[in-house]
């Protein structure tokens, strides 16, 4: 099954895309003008393209410093007694958290990590040393 990817890695890959098409078309226009042939046509379609990746930048970094709400469900066995909301940067940073918290709540077999209709994880509790 393909995961998913979320909006930051999206716009992350499209910036990453764009900045390739505006070096593409750097060496493009240095060829040209090794050549002595007129680039003005191409020096605007690069300056359009800059200017482009501006806006983006600034909404990939509003993105990544956004936080999101996740919800744990706190299982015990196949009953859900508790559920908590979380607010984190990013996947990683709520199955670390709810890791943590089921270290906190040994009543708790298990957990399950929802972001909107997405399962993002669900931890067992960690075996326990004798």
Do not use: F
């Not at 910036?15 to 680039?39: H, N």
């Not at 200017?51 to 970094?61: D, F, G, K």
Request: with cysteine; net charge neutral.
């Amino acid at each position: 099954m393909a995961e998913s990817i979320s909006d930051i890695e999206r716009q992350m890959l499209e910036i990453a895309a764009a900045e390739g098409r505006i070096e593409q078309l750097r060496v493009r226009i240095d060829l040209l003008k090794t050549a002595g042939q007129e680039t003005q046509t191409y020096d605007s379609l690069l300056e359009a393209m800059i200017s482009n990746l501006v806006p983006r930048n600034e909404r990939l970094s509003r993105l990544a410093t956004a936080s999101i709400s996740y919800r744990c469900y706190l299982m015990r066995g196949p009953h859900m007694p508790a559920m908590r909301i979380l607010e984190c940067a990013d996947d990683a940073e709520a199955v670390a958290k709810v890791a943590e918290l089921l270290d906190a709540l040994p009543e708790h077999d298990c957990a399950e990590i929802w972001n909107g209709g997405r399962i993002v994880a669900r931890i067992p509790r960690k075996a326990r040393r004798r």
